[in-house]
C-alpha cells in the first residue's frame, strides 16, 4: 500500500489490466450504437501535443459515453501511405514499409501509455494490401459507375514533390486553401505540403468526378447542423454554384458563347473578352503573327493583380442590340472556367471595371440601386456597382428590376439559357510516386485502358527502396509488362498511385468491419454504426479530406452498398495546443513533447491539463504552472481517498445536519453540471465543477467530522466525473474505495434528483463571480486573492453580498447589480 501517488506505476498497471480484460473491445452486434473518431494520424514518428489533444478529446467523450451505457466505437488507424514516409525513407535508404512500421510501432504504444480505450482488433493500416485492394476494388465500382475517368488536360504539378497535385492541395502561399480552384486575384499558389509554387502540366491522369455530386453534396451542407458553420462556408464556397445563363455573341468566326451571372447587365457590355487558350482565339491569331506574339506574352499564371490584354481588331455582336464591341483577349479570363469567354462589363464587374480603366473603354452604367431616382445614380467613375437594382440605359427593359430582367432576356434573347456553374473540378488522384495504392488498370494498345480482374486484386506494389526523383515504379520489368486481361496481348500496368486522400476518404467505413476479406465494409455494420457521432481533427480538413469523404459516402450510398449519405454527424475542429501564444513547431524550437510530459508527470496529468486549459476548440497555452497544478490535484485527489480508505481521518453516522445535507446538494448540483459540460464537449467547465468537489470534500473535512455516507458519495462521484478525463489514477481510487470491476465501466453518476433550483442558485453566485472578474479587470485589479459571492434568494435576482480581497484589503462589500458595475 502506497503512500504517495507513483504515477508510472498506477498508469501501467491499470493500461495491462484494460488490455487483459478487453476492456474497449467493442461488439458488433452493439446496442445503442455510437461512434466517436478523430482524424487517424499519418505515422510520423512521435506523438506531438496536436495529436494529444485530438486523441484526448475523443477518449474523454467516448469514456464518458461508455459509462452512460452506450456502446461506443472507438478505433485507431493509420493513414500510412504517402509522401512524408516516402521522403523519410529515401533518407535513411531503408523501405517505406520498415519506415512506417517502425514509426506506427512507435505511435501505438505511446498512446497505449496515454491511456487511450481504442479497439485495437479494429486497427487499420491503408498501406497493407488487406486494405488497399479495397481502394482499387472501389475505384473500380467507381469507374462502372462512370465516376473515375481518365483525361487530359492542365493539371497542378509540384516540382519538388515531382507529382501533380489536386486542386484542394494547392493553397495559396499565406497557407490557405484559397476560395475556390479559379480565380483567386493572382495569388501565389503552392504545394499543401511542401510550399513550393505549383506549375501546371499538360497529363493524362485519373479522376474521380466529385462534380457529379456538386448539388448533392452543396445541399447536403443544410443537414450538417453540427459543422461550424465557417467549415460549412468553405464547402459552399469551395463547390461554388453560381447560377447564371449562357449567351452568344456574334463574330467573324461565328458564335461565341459566354456565360455570365448577370445577363441584366448585356446593354453594358463594352467590351468582350477571350482567354488566352480559346479555340477563337487562336483562330484570330492564326494569320497575324505579331498579335500571336503579344498573345503569348500573356500569362494567366502570372503572380500579378494588373490584367492585361491585347486588341485582336475584331468585333463582337451584342444579341441584343446589334452594337458592336472590340474583342480582347485578356489574361483574367481562365480556359476552365464557364466557356473560356466573357461579356465585359464595367461598370458592373470590378475586374472588367479595372481593365476597362486601363485599355480606355467605355464604362456604361445599366443598374441603379432600386430606391434612388435616376438623377441620383451610383457613382461608377471610381468602381463598380455590383448589386442588383434596376435597369437604366437598357432599351425597353428600362425600370425592370434586375432578377425579372435575367429572366426576360432569357426568354428574348434567342441563344440566351439558364447555366449553372460551379467551382469545383474533379478529384485527381493519379500521383507519380512509389508509396501509394497501385490504380489497378492496364493499358492495352488494343483495348485502351482495362481494369484489372477483381480476382486479381490486390495489384501489390513491386518491392524495393524508393529512388529520390521521381516514379521508381516506372523501371520494374516485372511490374510494369503485363497482358491485357481482355485480348491476353502485351500490355503495360499503370504505374501511377492513387491520392492518399482516397484512403482516407472511406476508412471510417471499414473500422466497422476491418475482419471482413471478402468486401471494403460490412454493409449492414456500417449501417448500424454510421454516421460517425463525433468526428474530432484538424480544420486543415476542411475542404480536402471532409469534401472527399463526403463524396465517397454518397457515392457508395448511391451503389447501394451504405444507408446513409453523410459521414459525419458532428465535426469540431480543435483547437491548437501553443507556447506563449505561438504555435508549437519544430523550426521554432518550442515544441514541449508529450512523451517527456508523460514520463516525468504521467498521462492523467497531461490529459487534464489540456481538458482543463480550454474547451477543445480553443486555442491555449502549454504552461509548466497548469501541468504542475494538474499535476498536484491528482496527488490530493488520491491521497484523500487513501486516507478515507486508510481511517486516516475520522468521519462519522450524522448525516441529518445542514452542512451534511449542504453537501449532499453540491453534490448532485456538480453531477448536473458536469454532465452538460461533458455532453456539450465543454470537458473544462465539467473538470472545473469536478475540481471544485474534490475541494468542498477537504473544507467539509476540516471544518467538521464528515458524515461517513456523504463523503463516500462525494469521493465516488468525483471519481468518476472525472475518470474519462484521468483514466489512471480514477481507476487506482476506484480500487481504494473498494469498488468491483472498473471505473471505466461504472454506471455515470446520477443526481439524486430535486436540484434544478439548486443548480440555478449556484450557477448565479459562479456567474457573478466571472463579472465581478471581468469587472476588476477594467479597473486594473488584477489577481484579486479572493472573491466571495453570497445570493440572499429573497433578494431575487442579483442583488449579492460580493466581498473581495484583494493587497489584503476588503475591496468591496455588499452590492446591488448596478453598485457592482460602477
Ligand atoms: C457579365 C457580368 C456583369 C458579370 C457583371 C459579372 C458582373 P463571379 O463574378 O465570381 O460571380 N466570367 C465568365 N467567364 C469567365 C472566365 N472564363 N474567366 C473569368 N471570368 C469569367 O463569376 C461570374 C462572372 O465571371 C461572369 O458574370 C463573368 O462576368 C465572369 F456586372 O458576366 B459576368
Ligand atoms: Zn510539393
Avoid at 494520424?41 to 474523454?60: C, K
Avoid at 446589334?322 to 485578356?330: D, M
Avoid at 527502396?465 to 481482355?486: A, H, L, Q, Y
Wanted: proline share 6%; net charge negative.
Amino acid at each position: 500500500q502506497q503512500d504517495t501517488y507513483d504515477h508510472a506505476d498506477v498508469e501501467q498497471k491499470w493500461q495491462a489490466r484494460w488490455e487483459e480484460s478487453d476492456v474497449f473491445r467493442i461488439p458488433d452486434d452493439a446496442t445503442d450504437p455510437s461512434y466517436v473518431l478523430s482524424m487517424f494520424p499519418y505515422p510520423s514518428g512521435d506523438l506531438h501535443m496536436g495529436h494529444v489533444r485530438n486523441y484526448t478529446i475523443t477518449d474523454a467523450y467516448a469514456r464518458y459515453k461508455r459509462m452512460q451505457g452506450e456502446s461506443v466505437l472507438h478505433p485507431m488507424g493509420w493513414d500510412s501511405f504517402g509522401l512524408p514516409a516516402e521522403n523519410a525513407a529515401i533518407e535513411r535508404e531503408i523501405h517505406p514499409r520498415e519506415w512506417t512500421m517502425d514509426c506506427i510501432d512507435t505511435m501505438r504504444s505511446q498512446m497505449k501509455s496515454m491511456g487511450f480505450g481504442y479497439d485495437w482488433e479494429r486497427e487499420v493500416t491503408t498501406c497493407e494490401p488487406d486494405y488497399y485492394r479495397w481502394n482499387q476494388w472501389l475505384f473500380k465500382r467507381f469507374y462502372e459507375e462512370g465516376l473515375a475517368e481518365r483525361k487530359g488536360g492542365e493539371v497542378n504539378w509540384c516540382p519538388s514533390c515531382e507529382t501533380v497535385l489536386a486542386d484542394e492541395q494547392v493553397e495559396t502561399e499565406a497557407g490557405e486553401t484559397p476560395e475556390g480552384p479559379h480565380g483567386d486575384g493572382g495569388a501565389v499558389e503552392v504545394c499543401w505540403r511542401c510550399d513550393t509554387p505549383v506549375e501546371t502540366r499538360t497529363l493524362d491522369q485519373w479522376f474521380l468526378k466529385i462534380t457529379e455530386y456538386a448539388d448533392d453534396l452543396l445541399d447536403g451542407i443544410d443537414s450538417l447542423e453540427q459543422w461550424p458553420e465557417s467549415v460549412r462556408g468553405m464547402q459552399r464556397n469551395w463547390i461554388g454554384r453560381q447560377d447564371g445563363a449562357t449567351v452568344e455573341f456574334g463574330t467573324d468566326y461565328g458564335p461565341v458563347e459566354v456565360f455570365t451571372t448577370r445577363l441584366d447587365t448585356l446593354y453594358g457590355a463594352t467590351f468582350f473578352a477571350l482567354a488566352p487558350d480559346h479555340e477563337v482565339t487562336r483562330e484570330i491569331v492564326a494569320d497575324d503573327p505579331d498579335l500571336a506574339a503579344a498573345v503569348d506574352e500573356l500569362d494567366p499564371e502570372a503572380d500579378t493583380d494588373e490584367k492585361n490584354g491585347v486588341f485582336t481588331g475584331e468585333y463582337a455582336t451584342n444579341p441584343a442590340t446589334g452594337e458592336e464591341i472590340p474583342i480582347y483577349v485578356a489574361d483574367f479570363v481562365l480556359a476552365d472556367v464557364g466557356t473560356g469567354a466573357l461579356m465585359g462589363v464595367p461598370g458592373h464587374d470590378e475586374r472588367d471595371h479595372e481593365f476597362a480603366t486601363e485599355y480606355d473603354i467605355e464604362i456604361r452604367q445599366v443598374v441603379v440601386p432600386e430606391d434612388e431616382g435616376e438623377s441620383d445614380t451610383a457613382e461608377i467613375s471610381e468602381g463598380a456597382y455590383t448589386d442588383d437594382g434596376v435597369l437604366v440605359d437598357s432599351g425597353k427593359y428600362d425600370g425592370v428590376p434586375s432578377a425579372e430582367a435575367r429572366e426576360q432576356l432569357i426568354e428574348a434573347v434567342d441563344s440566351a439559357a439558364h447555366h449553372t456553374q460551379y467551382r469545383l473540378r474533379d478529384w485527381l488522384i493519379s500521383r507519380q510516386r512509389y508509396w501509394g495504392t497501385p490504380i489497378p488498370v492496364i493499358h492495352c494498345e488494343e483495348c485502351g485502358p482495362v481494369m484489372v480482374p477483381d480476382e486479381d486484386l490486390p495489384v501489390e506494389l513491386p518491392e524495393f527502396v524508393p529512388t529520390p526523383t521521381g516514379n521508381p515504379i516506372e523501371e520494374v520489368e516485372s511490374f510494369v509488362e503485363t497482358e491485357c486481361p481482355e485480348c491476353g496481348t502485351p500490355a503495360e500496368r499503370e504505374t501511377d498511385t492513387m491520392d492518399t486522400f482516397v484512403d482516407s476518404s472511406w476508412y471510417f467505413l471499414r473500422f466497422t468491419s476491418p475482419d471482413r476479406a471478402d468486401v471494403p465494409f460490412d454493409t449492414e455494420r456500417a449501417n448500424d454504426w454510421l454516421p460517425v457521432d463525433e468526428y474530432v481533427g484538424g480544420i486543415e480538413h476542411a475542404v480536402m479530406h471532409l469534401l472527399y469523404s463526403r463524396f465517397v459516402t454518397r457515392a457508395i450510398a448511391d451503389m447501394e452498398l451504405l444507408d446513409i449519405d453523410e459521414p459525419f454527424e458532428h465535426y469540431l475542429p480543435q483547437g491548437m495546443v501553443q507556447l506563449d501564444g505561438a504555435a508549437m513547431s519544430s523550426s521554432k524550437g518550442n515544441v514541449v513533447s508529450p512523451v517527456e510530459i508523460m514520463e516525468e508527470y504521467g498521462a492523467d496529468t497531461a490529459r487534464l491539463f489540456m481538458m482543463g486549459a480550454a474547451r477543445p476548440s480553443k486555442d491555449f497555452d502549454w504552461t509548466e504552472r497548469g501541468v504542475r497544478s494538474s499535476n498536484e490535484f491528482i496527488r490530493r485527489l488520491y491521497e484523500t481517498i487513501r486516507g478515507f480508505a486508510d481511517g486516516d481521518f475520522p468521519t462519522a453516522d450524522a448525516g441529518d445536519r445542514p452542512i451534511d445535507a449542504y453537501v449532499a446538494r453540491e453534490i448532485d448540483a456538480t453531477i448536473t453540471e458536469a454532465t452538460e459540460g461533458y455532453e456539450a464537449f465543454r470537458f473544462n467547465e465539467a473538470l472545473r465543477e469536478a475540481r471544485g468537489l474534490v475541494s468542498l470534500l477537504g473544507q467539509y473535512r476540516e471544518y467538521t467530522t464528515p458524515d461517513t455516507a456523504t463523503f463516500e458519495r462525494g469521493l465516488r462521484t468525483a471519481v468518476r466525473l472525472l475518470a474519462p478525463v484521468a483514466p489512471h489514477v480514477t481507476e487506482e481510487s476506484w480500487a481504494t474505495l473498494d469498488n468491483e470491476g472498473f471505473v471505466a465501466e461504472a454506471a455515470w453518476p446520477d443526481p439524486d434528483g430535486g436540484v434544478e433550483d439548486y443548480t440555478a442558485e449556484r450557477r448565479l453566485v459562479e456567474n457573478t463571480r466571472e463579472d465581478v472578474r471581468d469587472i476588476l479587470d477594467v479597473a486594473g485589479i488584477e489577481n484579486p486573492e479572493r472573491i466571495e459571492v453570497a445570493v440572499a434568494p429573497e433578494w431575487k435576482h442579483r442583488a449579492l453580498g460580493v466581498a473581495i480581497e484583494a493587497d489584503d484589503d476588503v475591496v468591496g462589500t455588499v452590492m446591488t447589480d448596478e453598485e457592482l458595475r460602477t
